[in-house]
Antibody, heavy 119, light 109 residues
Framework: QITLKESGPTLVKPTQTLTLTCTFS??????????VGWIRQPPGKALEWLAL???????RYSPSLKSRLTITKDTSKNQVVLTMTNMDPVDTATYYC???????????WGRGTLVTVSS | EIVMTQSPATLSVSPGERATLSCRAS??????LAWYQQKPGQAPRLLIY???TRATGIPARFSGSGSGTEFTLTISSLQSEDFAVYYC???????????FGQGTRLEIK
């Protein structure tokens, strides 16, 4: 059974760096074709894809946020970490991590974590 | 960057009736198109991938069609639990990015 869980701060100040951790079980990020992605959703708004990391350590980022994002994985700990620099109130959102399968879609999601950016 | 446009923004349908949701890509995404359902306070749930393949455990009343730039999600006979927001998502091989549509809210008429 695949599960994913997001963890990190619930409140960050403007200009700070956000670090979120996705801890997963039920699959290995060493398996060909597998990836983990981050997606966010501001309150009442649509989903926005942020970043992806693949089994072979290939990494992809949203073009509009690429300069602010870094995604890494620790295969031994079954974790994927996303950092986002220079946080702004418009970055307030629920942040989800999700299991990418067949390289094209997210079949299982974590429950999400709400991050509020405020001074 | 590929833009995904969903229509309508809100769809009002009576239980038992058919619902048809549309998703258009600004350029061809082949069949790399998925549909998700999201209920309030919950994470999205995968319904369809590869434009037309139902995910595990998804009822047969959900069907997807299309390829290239035009895609449709059809719910054949709406049940009370189907009223939610639906998102389409594309995966593009090059540049390798993922894009979601802005969502269609399916509400009870």
């Amino acid at each position: 059974q695949i599960t994913l869980k997001e963890s990190g701060p619930t409140l960050v100040k403007p200009t700070q760096t956000l670090t979120l951790t996705c801890t997963f079980s039920g699959f290995s990020l060493s398996t060909s074709g597998v990836g983990v992605g981050w997606i966010r959703q501001p309150p009442g708004k649509a989903l926005e894809w942020l970043a992806l990391i693949y089994w072979d350590d290939d990494k992809r980022y949203s073009p509009s946020l690429k300069s602010r994002l870094t995604i890494t994985k620790d295969t031994s700990k079954n974790q994927v970490v996303l950092t986002m620099t220079n946080m702004d109130p418009v970055d307030t959102a629920t942040y989800y991590c999700a299991h990418l399968t067949m390289i094209t879609h997210f079949d299982l999601w974590g429950r999400g974590t709400l991050v509020t950016v405020s001074s | 960057e590929i833009v995904m446009t969903q229509s309508p923004a809100t769809l009002s349908v009576s239980p038992g009736e058919r619902a048809t949701l549309s998703c258009r890509a600004s350029q061809s995404v082949s069949s790399n198109l998925a549909w998700y359902q999201q209920k309030p306070g919950q994470a999205p749930r995968l319904l369809i991938y590869g434009a037309s393949t139902r995910a595990t455990g998804i009822p047969a009343r959900f069907s997807g069609s299309g390829s290239g730039t035009e895609f449709t999600l059809t719910i054949s006979s709406l049940q009370s639990e189907d009223f939610a927001v639906y998102y389409c998502q594309q995966y593009n091989n090059w540049p390798p990015i993922i894009t979601f549509g802005q969502g269609t809210r399916l509400e009870i008429k």
